[in-house]
């Protein structure tokens, strides 16, 4: 098997590195940076969301797993006193793939310029950088609502337990192929009115948003990468065909791990 590990750069995070790499070289796995079919993830959720864009365009071909040095991700199962007991597993077992659905999300600029397209493990948001967002919501190619306030999180069911949950949002189960629609500091008086609550969106639902006013900047974030966009006629999220595999191997529910990151205060 051909194996890769990303670490954080710290100091603790490149000894585990070194030494996970030392050990499965030794047990005769392979180690490949261009195609891996194992990546490593040895840091925090960052570490393991720059894992995930580094290899988006294998997904189908590479499964991930993450070991944590700092606080408890979310992303990443294993602790770095269990890196012995991983090393086996990875060298000796065949592990389990666990499969979560991804977010696409698709801007097309005004004036029919070639759109731009990105994949989302956790989110995307839309801010403005000109103060108020005002944004037409189209949900299935109908107007849904008149948007102003701070912006929109749109996630994917494990990146409802991110930016989303900050913001109020609820937590989706990743076994369900759902994006979920967040608000921001909403204005809601006798002249502006939205929703006001986090909408889940089914598979076959695709969310439009069009900017009132082309001209406006606005930063738009996903996952961790954020850049300045202007001159915008549509921001497309849907449900990606595309999912992200997880290595397993041993249970890990997805509720234990909801309840280790938020409630448990045992480390």
Not at 8 to 30: A, P, T, V
Request: glycine share 8%; aromatic share 10%; charged share 25%.
């Amino acid at each position: 098997m051909r194996f890769y590990i990303l670490s954080k750069g710290d100091h603790k995070s490149d000894i585990i590195k070194g030494r996970m790499k030392q050990y499965l070289e030794g047990f005769s796995l392979e180690y490949d940076e261009k195609e891996p079919e194992l990546v490593i993830s040895v840091g925090g959720d960052g570490t393991f969301l720059e894992a995930f864009h580094t290899y988006q365009d294998r997904l189908e071909h590479t499964a991930f797993i993450g070991i944590h040095t700092g606080h408890l991700g979310f992303y990443a199962d294993w602790l770095p006193d269990e890196v012995e007991k991983l090393i086996i597993e990875i060298a000796k077992k065949p592990y389990e793939i666990v499969e979560y659905p991804l977010l696409d999300i698709v801007i097309y600029p005004a004036g029919g310029k070639k759109a731009k397209q990105f994949l989302a493990l956790n989110e995307a948001s839309v801010k403005s950088a000109d103060g108020t967002v005002v944004l037409d919501v189209f949900i299935k190619g109908a107007h849904f609502e008149r948007f102003r306030g701070d912006g929109l999180c749109i996630s994917t069911p494990s990146g409802s337990t991110a930016y989303n949950k900050a913001l109020g949002g609820a937590i989706i189960h990743p076994s369900l192929k759902a994006l979920q629609i967040t608000e921001m500091a909403s204005i809601n008086n006798r002249v502006f009115r939205t929703v006001g609550s986090p909408l889940i969106l089914p598979k076959h639902h695709v969310c439009e948003l069009k900017p009132l006013h082309h001209e406006k900047n606005f930063l738009i974030t996903i996952d961790h990468y954020t850049d300045t966009y202007s001159n915008i006629d549509t921001i497309e999220c849907k449900v990606s065909e595309k999912n992200i595999r997880f290595a397993r191997f041993r249970a890990l529910p997805f509720w234990k791990r909801v309840h280790d990151s938020f409630i448990s205060d045992e480390r």
